[in-house]
C-alpha cells in the first residue's frame, strides 16, 4: 500500500509542475519523464560552463543535474 501513496504523490508532483509553466521535459530510459525549469537550467549550464573556463570547476561539487539526465535520456532516432 506504502508503493500507491509514493506513486500518487510523485504524479501529483508531475502535474503541480506541467501546471507551473516554463517547464521542459524528456522521456528518460526507463519511460519516465525528467521535468525542468528550462530558464533556470540555462543559468545554471552558462554559470557552470563559465566557472570552467576560468578553471573554477572546484565551485561545484557536481556538474548540473542536467547533464546527468540527458546521459539517461531516451534517444529517438528519425526516420
Do not use: N
Amino acid at each position: 500500500m506504502r508503493s500507491g501513496v509514493v506513486g500518487l504523490k510523485d504524479y501529483m508532483r508531475r502535474l503541480e509542475r506541467r501546471a507551473s509553466g516554463g517547464w521542459e521535459s524528456f522521456e528518460l530510459l526507463d519511460g519516465t519523464r525528467y521535468f525542468y525549469d528550462a530558464q533556470e537550467t540555462h543559468k545554471e549550464l552558462f554559470l557552470h560552463a563559465y566557472d570552467v573556463q576560468l578553471g573554477q570547476a572546484e565551485k561545484w561539487t557536481e556538474p548540473p543535474e542536467i547533464y546527468r539526465k540527458m546521459c539517461e535520456a531516451k534517444i529517438l532516432l528519425a526516420s
